[in-house]
């Protein structure tokens, strides 16, 4: 199920012995971009005119204009492509304008400098009443945390800015910019709830709002739909953003990286989580942008192929970290002739000591490449039939059938007009990823594919598409017909029996199935069952007979199931894969993620080993083996990664023999101040159904 609203905190401004308690835990000040040892560090090599520092403050210089007059509004309004813009333009250039005059204040101790900073500052503070519009909610996230930075400059130094001002700037972050954006925006492309993040984390610091710190951090971790970091960067650096333009994935990973860097100042750190996920995902980008073409599971936008000012700082802590970073690298020193204050923000007194030995940035390669983009040798029989575009699958397949011929869709689209129905004894094959079959919405039916049969055997379906959006074309902007929007009642693969072990001898092979609003996969009453490297991706939505009912891989009474590096993710409303009284099953080396439900959920099934899984960024929790009328027995869970679940990493009702072993599992669960790797299991006897 896709949560809007998760678990959120209760924030007041009480001054009762219990809000004492919740933010006794001080925080650095300053302490936002950069902590006070941070900005003397930094003013230092400005005056010591050491490069790149020098020339960076010297094109700051030039870009400041002291005779600036902010021109604030009381509601401001800003819709899509500025259209309306009542005073967006002039408070982009405002918190711009104050954050440059504060680090200038701070660096030469002009006042002019302050003043300027002070009276921008002031002007909005006094002035401004709500935002309106579209995009005002991304515009708020865009100039909230950077105003802070500089209140929390102009606050910390002698700057002069009276109190009373300053209590009316705490007043407008906590009245105008807090409600407007604390409850996020997670189905809008992932950039917006990044820098609504990083913006809820500076307020959080310049108020001294412990329990909002912790929450925008639990929100990065953890935050539903596209919403948080895990949701945004795949682990191999993809962004959810790529196949829509190069824009807006550095703004996201950008806004992922600047709330990151101010966590980084309070002592959090959210650079080496996920395996060093903001460097994979910069990473990946930049390799794109600087003209090698790394794979993606969507085909990757040249759109927007313009390197962005986000890579300074990004470059200079993994580097400090010891992590090689080369493409990152090479974008930061292509920008940095020209950029001025993200070079200056980069600056940490703790990097300067460092002298670590450099490694390489660790490759994730569990389920990597999986479905039909996975390009597999495979050995044709010569007697093939090969079905074109404008020719019938179902003719080919009934004429193979019971014969063990190979049927192969070449690639283009392949529409069906009704379900396609698969015999025994036949492979049904395409040619990779552009061999796509597509259900016509007009066919009247649900499903695309489901067995001719009850008891259907020796089949294999490998090397294609089951595309079970409304559309076989993706659109340019992905998230716009991820299947969750989709009205439609689309079931991808749908394979029935009447009796366990009826149907045998299934084999799913580089398959990709995705963006079907039931099960993408739905097998039930199947013995000697495997799926190999394919790839389940966006299926099972809300559609009838409801949310967490329809999943990725659905399979009921199966025995004997093999699930092997594949890769089972982003379920809008359900799980990566669902068991239930199936047995011998075997989940090795895949990658379960980013699902709305549990990662894996079992009931009532035995003799199950889940090994060696990446398991992560799941709503609720990472694998739940729930008790419906028995528990699950014989259950197997070892040297899994299992990591940023919402819920517990492992989480067991009433579960007979269960053995965990050699598990990582680390921040699953809300965030309270650590990154914790404690209370992450919850395995308990209780008969207790879930609701």
Not at 535 to 557: I, M, R, S
Request: charge should be neutral; charged fraction near 20%.
């Amino acid at each position: 199920m896709i949560k809007i609203v998760r678990n959120y905190l209760v924030i007041t401004l009480s001054l009762t012995l219990l809000c004492t308690t919740l933010y006794a835990q001080k925080f650095i000040h300053p302490g936002i971009n950069q902590s006070g040892p941070d900005l003397a560090y930094m003013k230092k090599l400005v005056l010591d005119s050491v490069q790149p520092w020098t020339a960076a403050f010297d094109r700051l210089k030039n870009e400041t204009d002291l005779s600036f007059i902010p021109h604030p509004y009381t509601h401001v309004l800003r819709g899509p492509y500025d259209k309306p813009d009542v005073g967006g333009r002039e408070l982009s250039k405002s918190a711009n304008m104050a954050y440059n005059c504060a680090l200038l204040w701070y660096i030469t101790n002009k006042k002019a400098y302050a003043n300027k900073a002070i009276q921008i500052i002031n002007a909005w503070s006094d002035t401004l009443w709500d935002f309106d519009y579209n995009d005002a909610k991304l515009l708020a996230a865009w100039t909230g945390h950077v105003f802070c930075n500089a209140a929390e400059i102009l606050r910390y130094t002698a700057s002069g800015w009276k109190q009373q001002d300053i209590d009316r700037f705490s007043g407008m972050l906590m009245t105008v910019y807090f409600p407007f954006l604390r409850y996020y925006y997670p189905t809008a492309n992932g950039n917006w709830d990044g820098a609504i993040g990083h913006t809820l984390m500076a307020i959080a610091i310049f108020t001294d709002n412990r329990p909002l710190f912790n929450h925008a951090v639990d929100h990065f971790l953890h935050g539903s739909v596209n919403g948080s970091l895990f949701k945004y960067i795949y682990p191999n650096g993809e962004c959810q953003e790529s196949p829509r333009d190069q824009g807006h994935v550095q703004l996201g990973e950008g806004e992922f990286a600047g709330a990151a860097q101010v966590a980084y100042t309070q002592g959090v750190d959210l650079f080496s989580i996920g395996n060093d996920r903001i460097a994979k995902g910069l990473e990946y980008t930049a390799q794109f942008l600087l003209g090698k073409t790394p794979y993606c599971y969507c085909e990757i936008s040249p759109r927007g192929k313009k390197l962005s000012d986000n890579y300074e700082y990004v470059y200079r802590q993994y580097s400090a970290m010891g992590i090689k970073v080369p493409y990152i690298k090479e974008a930061a020193d292509k920008i940095r002739p020209n950029a001025s204050r993200s070079i200056l923000t980069s600056v940490r007194a703790s990097f300067k000591n460092l002298t670590r030995v450099s490694k390489n940035l660790p490759l994730d390669t569990t389920a990597y490449i999986a479905g039909a983009g996975n390009k597999q040798q495979m050995e044709v029989p010569k007697n093939a039939i090969w079905v074109s575009t404008t020719q019938s699958v179902q003719a080919a397949l009934d004429s193979a059938a019971g014969t063990g011929r190979w049927v192969i869709i070449t690639n283009g689209i392949h529409t069906l007009k009704t379900s396609l129905r698969i015999p025994s004894g036949v492979t049904l094959s395409g040619e990779g990823e552009k061999s796509i079959i597509f259900l016509s919405p007009s066919s009247g039916e649900r499903d695309a594919l489901i067995n001719k049969q009850a008891d259907i055997h020796d089949v294999t379906i490998r090397d294609l598409v089951i595309e079970g959006g409304l559309s076989p074309l993706t659109s340019t902007d992905p998230n716009s017909n991820r299947s969750f929007r989709n009205k439609g009642d689309r079931g991808g693969i749908i394979f029935r029996s009447e009796e366990p072990g009826k149907m045998y001898n299934l084999r799913f092979i580089d398959i990709t199935v995705r963006n079907c609003t039931y099960n993408g996969v739905f097998i039930s009453g199947a013995e000697h069952l495997s799926f190999i490297r394919c790839n389940f991706d966006e299926n099972g939505a809300a559609v009838v007979p409801g949310p967490k009912l329809q999943h990725n891989l659905l399979l009921t009474h199966c025995h004997n199931v093999r699930i092997e590096e594949s890769r089972l993710d982003t379920s809008p409303y359900g799980a990566g894969i669902a068991l239930l009284n199936c047995a011998d099953v075997s989940c090795v080396n895949n990658e379960i993620a980013r699902n709305a439900y549990h990662g894996i959920l079992i009931a009532q099934s035995s003799d199950v080993e889940i090994n060696n899984n990446l398991i992560e960024g799941n709503n609720e929790s990472g694998i739940m083996l729930e008790f419906l009328y028995k528990g699950s027995s014989d259950i197997t869970i070892q040297h899994n990664r299992i990591h940023f679940n919402s819920g517990y990493g492992v989480e067991s009702y009433n579960t007979k023999q269960i053995q965990l072993k050699d598990n990582v599992c680390k921040g699953n669960g809300i965030f309270t101040g650590i990154i914790s790797d404690k209370n992450q299991v919850k395995i308990t006897s209780e008969t207790r159904i879930m609701f």
